[in-house]
Structure formats: C-alpha cells, structure tokens
C-alpha cells in the first residue's frame, strides 16, 4: 500500500510561487499516475494536474499555464509547481497516487494565498 507524505504548503502573496513536494514510499511508484487535488473550505475535492507513467500531464483549466507538474522516478516523488498564485488557489492541496483502480491519498498540506 502506497504512503503519500506532502510538503510545501505554506503562506504566500498574491502573484508568488511555491513548490509542493510528495513523496512516495512502499510503492513501485514508476508504475503509478500520480496528481495533486485540492480542496478548499466548502468545496468539493478537485484535481489541479496529474501525470502519467509516461509523463503525459494533465492540468485544470484554471491552473493551465501557472503550474506544473512533474515527477522523479529515481526519487519517488511528484512536484507541482505553482506559479503567479491567486487567492482562489487557497485549498488543502492532497497528493494522488492511481494504480490499477486504486487510489491512494496523502494528508494534505495548506496552500494559503493573502491578497
């Protein structure tokens, strides 16, 4: 069973950066989609991106050309990076991991962006 451990998440102003970082242990994880979802207060729990075996990526219209995601086989972690923040990208952001049919989460990490 996969274990998902984010980090990253922090306080930033309108207009910054942050990378989140997931690492994954007790997986084969080249063998996993990986992505990043988020969840803000109220909300339902959406994706932001994901990536594929293969590194075909996959992203939310409403981050496509600020965040990006990828991966680090030889690591075991998924990065997203986020770029040019606004404050509607304030969530709960949860790392992701998909393998044939199962989804595995990680305990999240707050992303707050002041304005």
């Known amino acids: 069973q996969a274990q998902l451990v984010e980090s990253g998440g922090g306080l930033v102003q309108v207009g910054g950066s942050l990378r989140l970082s997931c690492a994954a242990s007790?997986?084969?994880?080249?063998?996993?989609?990986m992505g990043w979802y988020r969840q803000a207060p109220g909300k339902q729990r959406d994706l932001v991106a994901h990536?594929?075996?293969?590194?075909?990526?996959n992203y939310a219209d409403s981050v496509k050309g600020r965040f990006a995601i990828s991966r680090d086989n030889a690591r075991n972690t998924v990065y997203l990076q986020m770029n040019n923040l606004k404050p509607e990208d304030t969530a709960v952001y949860y790392c992701?991991?998909?393998?044939?049919?199962?989804?595995?989460w990680g305990q999240g990490t707050q992303v707050t962006v002041s304005s």
């Open positions: 007790k997986t084969r994880f080249s063998s996993y989609t």
């Open positions: 990536i594929t075996t293969l590194g075909i990526t």
């Open positions: 992701n991991a998909q393998y044939m049919g199962t989804n595995y």
